[in-house]
């Protein structure tokens, strides 16, 4: 008991003796721990309860406070404050937890968090290259044989 005591406040912390030798984790821990700056309500200029204080607590909310946020700030259910909001957004209950925080993430200001862009598939490039193709072997034969379309 008395070691366990006298050792207390000397034993670093796993995750310190982890950013002691590793400078990646070291980083990300610096980045998770960059304070959020809090957005008010338009009505009351309160703020959330539930608003992350840092990158960490924003990865860190859970389904139910997001849905408290959006509802708190005019997102959720739209009314006349909904877009007097500098970045409003399209709520619905319905989404899946991270298209939730990427929605609340882009509306108070988090960089990384648009709505991404949907990229084909080489299958789907490839189709939409052979409807072309047909497309225009249609319009050329229209041109040489008019009587024959």
């Given at each position: 008991m008395e070691n366990q005591t006298?050792?207390?406040?000397k034993a670093p912390q796993l995750g310190e003796r982890r950013a002691a030798t590793n400078a990646a984790f070291r980083e990300k821990l610096q980045?998770?721990?960059?304070?959020?700056a809090p957005l008010v309500q338009l009505t009351t200029g309160e703020v959330h309860p539930a608003f992350p204080g840092t990158l960490l607590n924003f990865w860190l909310l859970t389904d139910a406070q997001l849905e408290e946020l959006a509802h708190f700030y005019h997102q959720r259910t739209p009314c006349r404050w909904?877009?007097?909001?500098p970045c409003p957004i399209a709520w619905s209950?319905?989404?899946p937890l991270e298209e939730k925080r990427r929605l609340i993430g882009?509306?108070?200001?988090l960089r990384g968090c648009e709505t991404p862009l949907r990229v084909k598939s080489e299958d789907e490039i490839l189709e939409d290259a052979r409807q072309?193709?047909?497309?225009?072997d249609d319009d050329a034969w229209r041109r040489k044989l008019?009587?024959?379309h």
């Open positions: 006298h050792n207390r406040g980045q998770m721990a960059l304070p959020l909904t877009l007097h909001y209950s319905a989404m882009r509306f108070i200001g072309a193709r047909v497309a225009e008019p009587w024959f």
